[in-house]
């Protein structure tokens, strides 16, 4: 089992940049790929990026892509996802999660784990 904390959300002005962290206890981080989402107001949980822990293969949402970066550090146990050129419509809640059934590998389609783990999110609003 392994237990999720996200940080790093906060305001910021459009064309800004965000680092979120999303620190795992509980369990060896390098047994399981691990996947940003993020749920604006009303709308769906959306799968934004994911790393995978076996070649270290990363994906990316078509929205985010060129602005954000995932990578990870096992020996820290977290993984990062470095937001740059920020937009309104990038408001939301960000979550990470891992996948019990994709183990070490991301899902490419970014869909949501039938079965894992998920922390309690971090709020991200950009506005001028």
């Known amino acids: 089992q392994v237990q999720l904390v996200e940080s790093g959300g906060g305001l910021v002005q459009p064309g800004g940049s965000l680092t979120l962290s999303c620190a795992a206890s509980?369990?060896?981080?390098?047994?399981?790929?691990i996947t940003w989402f993020r749920q604006a107001p009303e709308k769906e949980r959306d799968g934004v990026s994911c790393?995978?822990?076996?070649?270290?293969?990363?994906y990316y949402a078509d929205s985010v892509k060129g602005r954000f970066t995932i990578s990870r550090d096992n020996v820290k146990k977290t993984v990062y996802l470095q937001m740059n050129s920020l937009k309104p419509e990038d408001t939301a809640v960000y979550y990470c999660?891992?996948?019990?059934?994709?183990?070490?590998?991301?899902?490419?389609?970014?869909?949501?784990?039938?079965?894992?783990?998920w922390g309690q999110g971090t709020q991200v609003t950009v506005s001028s």
């Open positions: 509980g369990s060896r981080l390098d047994f399981y790929a």
């Open positions: 790393i995978s822990t076996s070649d270290g293969s990363t």
């Open positions: 999660a891992a996948d019990d059934l994709m183990g070490a590998l991301c899902d490419p389609r970014l869909r949501a784990p039938v079965a894992g783990y």
